[in-house]
Protein backbone atom coordinates (compact mmCIF):
# COMPACT_ATOMS: atom_id res chain seq x y z
CA UNK A 1 0.00 0.00 0.00
CA UNK A 2 1.72 2.45 -1.16
CA UNK A 3 0.41 5.48 1.43
CA UNK A 4 0.02 3.45 4.47
CA UNK A 5 2.89 5.81 5.64
CA UNK A 6 1.21 9.02 4.36
CA UNK A 7 -1.35 7.98 7.24
CA UNK A 8 0.96 8.29 9.94
CA UNK A 9 1.39 11.72 9.22
CA UNK A 10 -2.25 13.22 9.73
CA UNK A 11 -2.61 14.70 13.09
CA UNK A 12 0.89 15.90 13.28
CA UNK A 13 2.44 18.88 13.26
CA UNK A 14 4.86 20.39 11.14
CA UNK A 15 8.37 21.18 13.09
CA UNK A 16 10.51 22.15 10.75
CA UNK A 17 11.39 23.49 7.15
CA UNK A 18 15.08 21.60 6.32
CA UNK A 19 16.85 22.84 3.02
CA UNK A 20 19.34 20.66 2.37
CA UNK A 21 21.98 20.88 -0.24
CA UNK A 22 19.42 19.72 -3.44
CA UNK A 23 16.04 19.03 -1.62
CA UNK A 24 13.53 19.91 1.25
CA UNK A 25 11.89 18.21 4.21
CA UNK A 26 9.77 18.47 6.59
CA UNK A 27 10.02 17.07 9.95
CA UNK A 28 7.49 16.09 12.45
CA UNK A 29 9.15 15.34 15.66
CA UNK A 30 11.53 12.81 14.41
CA UNK A 31 9.04 11.78 11.16
CA UNK A 32 10.84 13.02 7.82
CA UNK A 33 9.09 13.83 3.81
CA UNK A 34 12.36 14.34 1.82
CA UNK A 35 11.29 16.09 -1.63
CA UNK A 36 14.25 15.14 -3.54
CA UNK A 37 11.73 16.28 -6.98
CA UNK A 38 11.11 19.75 -6.45
CA UNK A 39 8.35 20.27 -4.47
CA UNK A 40 5.58 23.08 -5.13
CA UNK A 41 1.91 23.70 -3.11
CA UNK A 42 -0.47 26.63 -2.06
CA UNK A 43 -0.08 28.32 1.46
CA UNK A 44 -3.45 29.68 1.60
CA UNK A 45 -4.40 31.19 -1.50
CA UNK A 46 -0.54 31.61 -2.32
CA UNK A 47 1.02 29.53 -4.74
CA UNK A 48 4.80 28.76 -4.98
CA UNK A 49 7.31 25.89 -6.64
CA UNK A 50 10.66 25.65 -5.21
CA UNK A 51 13.23 26.74 -5.76
CA UNK A 52 11.86 30.04 -7.21
CA UNK A 53 11.12 33.10 -6.04
CA UNK A 54 10.07 33.24 -2.82
CA UNK A 55 8.88 29.71 -2.10
CA UNK A 56 11.73 29.31 0.81
CA UNK A 57 10.08 32.46 2.65
CA UNK A 58 6.39 30.56 1.98
CA UNK A 59 7.53 27.76 2.85
CA UNK A 60 8.62 28.58 6.55
CA UNK A 61 4.83 29.15 7.24
CA UNK A 62 3.85 25.63 7.39
CA UNK A 63 5.54 25.32 10.77
CA UNK A 64 3.22 24.77 13.49
CA UNK A 65 0.43 23.40 10.83
CA UNK A 66 -1.18 19.97 11.79
CA UNK A 67 -1.52 17.90 8.86
CA UNK A 68 -4.93 16.80 8.02
CA UNK A 69 -4.98 14.95 4.95
CA UNK A 70 -3.24 13.79 2.11
CA UNK A 71 -3.23 12.75 -1.51
CA UNK A 72 -1.30 10.24 -3.63
CA UNK A 73 -1.61 9.85 -6.98
CA UNK A 74 0.70 7.38 -8.71
CA UNK A 75 3.14 8.65 -11.19
CA UNK A 76 1.48 12.50 -10.52
CA UNK A 77 2.03 13.81 -7.28
CA UNK A 78 2.06 12.96 -3.31
CA UNK A 79 0.74 16.14 -0.87
CA UNK A 80 0.12 16.77 2.45
CA UNK A 81 -2.49 19.05 3.76
CA UNK A 82 -3.14 20.94 6.50
CA UNK A 83 -6.34 23.45 6.03
CA UNK A 84 -5.68 25.52 3.00
CA UNK A 85 -2.63 25.04 2.65
CA UNK A 86 -1.21 21.96 0.83
CA UNK A 87 3.02 20.63 0.02
CA UNK A 88 2.78 18.56 -2.74
CA UNK A 89 6.10 16.66 -4.26
CA UNK A 90 5.55 15.44 -7.95
CA UNK A 91 6.17 12.21 -8.52
CA UNK A 92 6.53 12.00 -12.58
CA UNK A 93 9.67 10.89 -14.55
CA UNK A 94 10.33 14.57 -16.01
CA UNK A 95 10.20 15.79 -12.50
CA UNK A 96 12.67 13.32 -10.96
CA UNK A 97 16.68 14.29 -10.95
CA UNK A 98 17.58 10.63 -10.15
CA UNK A 99 15.43 7.22 -9.27
CA UNK A 100 13.32 8.45 -6.75
CA UNK A 101 11.16 11.69 -6.13
CA UNK A 102 10.26 11.00 -2.24
CA UNK A 103 11.39 9.48 0.70
CA UNK A 104 9.23 9.08 4.43
CA UNK A 105 11.17 8.09 7.42
CA UNK A 106 9.62 7.21 10.55
CA UNK A 107 11.62 5.93 13.06
CA UNK A 108 10.58 3.17 15.17
CA UNK A 109 10.20 5.77 18.88
CA UNK A 110 8.00 7.95 16.04
CA UNK A 111 5.81 5.47 14.52
CA UNK A 112 2.33 5.89 17.42
CA UNK A 113 1.78 2.71 17.30
CA UNK A 114 1.51 2.96 13.34
CA UNK A 115 4.38 1.06 11.38
CA UNK A 116 7.72 2.11 11.03
CA UNK A 117 9.95 2.09 8.33
CA UNK A 118 10.66 3.82 5.33
CA UNK A 119 8.97 4.67 2.00
CA UNK A 120 10.51 5.34 -1.42
CA UNK A 121 8.62 6.78 -4.07
Given at each position: M??E????????????V???R??????F?G?????????????????????????????R???????????????G?L??D???????????E??????EA???V??E??A??????????
Amino acid sequence: MPDEGLLLLVGREVSAVCFVRDHVELHFDGVILRALAGPFGLYGCRGWRFPHGDAPVVMRHYIGHVIDGYEMVPAGLLAVDSGAHRFAIPLGEDARVGQEAAHLVVPEGAARGGRHGMWIW
